[in-house]
């Protein structure tokens, strides 16, 4: 983590360095760079302010100068600012908070194996920050916080939009430091802090494109697959049949939270981006291996044994490169309840679609980015 609290600002936004901005964080992250667009296509009279690390700042100029050359309209209205969640203050230059109008906080360490600190550091008290920060902007409209449906841990049963703490215990504290910062936020908020939360599930690439920043969770058994001959040995853990796995492209959140956002109603919501019919593991497993066109021969394996040999057994999480975090999903008893988030997309024709419907699309963008990273910004 970056600890520099100097301003470096992009382009010509810096020449009205008083103009009401709408403050970013996680950008030049993935979902932070769609979202920033569609949000500042809704809002023409407002710039944005994104705090960088440091160390992203290069990556956030060229991101910045690929929007822009992508859309004119955008010229001079991103500003970039080094700073970090991990302060207070968040490392802005004093009198930033005057020019905030809305917050969007979607910085967190996506990482199922981050350390319990460094997942507490920044998750926790990067969240606790970014609210701090919130308080003191005496023009603030609202938060638009991005959660996660995991939050729900390991809870058997339905998990709805307005449950949070459920007695659940947590696969990992990526799950757990992002449950203990929505708590933070509630509280806020019921103490009188305008916001909104969005739970995306399991966030994968476009579904028209395949485009995604990084191949992580369901994108290591692909490769797997992709990495084999023409006959593909696929491990599966437990019942495939009795777990499902919640997984929505990435443009289904984006435009989700975009559209979301900007209804008056949404305000004090929490809204789970979740597929309303995600399929079994064992549908999972079948469509990819379908996808990749190769004659699969599964292997079963014991939950605890697959976490054991990836953990433990030399030579197997090479051979694998699949993570012991990812087994967990393998077998996770939630179910999310994401009818009232479904009924207010309805409107707006926005829906994630079928898993099956753009998982060739997936297989396409990993069979031409086997070098793309599983690692998280951080």
């Given at each position: 983590?970056?600890?520099?609290?100097?301003?470096?600002?992009?382009?010509?936004?810096?020449?009205?360095?008083?103009?009401?901005?709408?403050?970013?964080?996680?950008?030049?992250?993935?979902?932070?760079?769609?979202?920033?667009?569609?949000?500042?296509?809704?809002?023409?009279?407002?710039?944005?302010?994104?705090?960088?690390?440091?160390?992203?700042?290069?990556?956030?100029?060229?991101?910045?100068?690929?929007?822009?050359?992508?859309?004119?309209?955008?010229?001079?209205?991103?500003?970039?600012?080094?700073?970090?969640?991990?302060?207070?203050?968040?490392?802005?230059?004093?009198?930033?908070?005057?020019?905030?109008?809305?917050?969007?906080?979607?910085?967190?360490?996506?990482?199922?194996?981050?350390?319990?600190?460094?997942?507490?550091?920044?998750?926790?008290?990067?969240?606790?920050?970014?609210?701090?920060?919130?308080?003191?902007?005496?023009?603030?409209?609202?938060?638009?916080?991005?959660?996660?449906?995991?939050?729900?841990?390991?809870?058997?049963?339905?998990?709805?939009?307005?449950?949070?703490?459920?007695?659940?215990?947590?696969?990992?504290?990526?799950?757990?430091?992002?449950?203990?910062?929505?708590?933070?936020?509630?509280?806020?908020?019921?103490?009188?802090?305008?916001?909104?939360?969005?739970?995306?599930?399991?966030?994968?690439?476009?579904?028209?494109?395949?485009?995604?920043?990084?191949?992580?969770?369901p994108y290591y058994l692909i490769k797997w697959l992709l990495r084999q001959g023409r006959v593909a040995?696929?491990?599966?853990?437990?019942?495939?049949?009795?777990?499902?796995?919640?997984?929505?492209?990435?443009?289904?959140?984006?435009?989700?939270?975009?559209?979301?956002?900007?209804?008056?109603?949404?305000?004090?919501?929490?809204?789970?981006?979740?597929?309303?019919?995600?399929?079994?593991?064992?549908?999972?497993?079948?469509?990819?291996?379908?996808?990749?066109?190769?004659?699969?021969?599964?292997?079963?394996?014991?939950?605890?044994?697959?976490?054991?040999?990836?953990?433990?057994?030399?030579?197997?999480?090479?051979?694998?490169?699949?993570?012991?975090?990812?087994?967990?999903?393998?077998?996770?008893?939630?179910?999310?309840?994401?009818?009232?988030?479904?009924?207010a997309l309805a409107a707006a024709g926005i829906h994630p679609g079928r898993f099956a419907d753009h998982v060739k699309?997936?297989?396409?963008?990993?069979?031409?980015?086997?070098?793309?990273?599983?690692?998280?910004?951080?």
């Open positions: 983590m970056s600890l520099s609290s100097s301003s470096s600002g992009s382009g010509p936004a810096n020449e009205n360095a008083n103009a009401s901005v709408i403050l970013f964080t996680g950008f030049p992250g993935f979902l932070g760079r769609e979202l920033l667009p569609r949000v500042l296509g809704r809002e023409p009279e407002l710039s944005a302010l994104c705090v960088v690390q440091q160390k992203f700042m290069v990556q956030a100029r060229a991101a910045v100068a690929e929007l822009s050359a992508a859309a004119p309209a955008l010229t001079g209205r991103i500003e970039l600012a080094i700073g970090d969640i991990t302060l207070q203050g968040l490392g802005l230059p004093a009198g930033t908070a005057a020019r905030v109008r809305d917050v969007y906080h979607l910085a967190a360490i996506y990482d199922l194996a981050v350390p319990s600190a460094l997942a507490d550091k920044v998750n926790v008290g990067g969240t606790r920050n970014v609210l701090d920060f919130a308080e003191r902007c005496p023009g603030l409209r609202r938060v638009h916080y991005v959660s996660t449906c995991y939050v729900s841990g390991r809870y058997t049963g339905i998990f709805s939009e307005t449950d949070l703490e459920k007695g659940q215990r947590f696969n990992n504290h990526y799950e757990s430091t992002k449950h203990l910062a929505e708590v933070v936020v509630r509280q806020r908020m019921a103490a009188g802090l305008p916001a909104t939360i969005y739970r995306p599930a399991v966030v994968v690439g476009d579904s028209r494109t395949g485009a995604t920043q990084k191949l992580d969770g040995l696929l491990p599966f853990i437990g019942d495939p049949s009795r777990f499902r796995f919640n997984m929505v492209p990435c443009d289904f959140v984006v435009d989700a939270i975009t559209y979301l956002s900007g209804l008056p109603e949404s305000l004090g919501q929490t809204y789970a981006l979740a597929d309303p019919d995600p399929p079994t593991c064992e549908e999972v497993l079948d469509l990819m291996a379908a996808a990749v066109d190769k004659r699969v021969l599964r292997v079963p394996l014991s939950p605890r044994l697959a976490r054991a040999a990836i953990r433990r057994v030399p030579g197997v999480h090479r051979l694998l490169q699949l993570p012991a975090e990812l087994v967990d999903y393998m077998e996770h008893p939630t179910h999310y309840d994401s009818r009232a988030t479904h009924a699309v997936m297989v396409a963008f990993t069979r031409a980015h086997m070098q793309v990273s599983s690692a998280a910004m951080a």
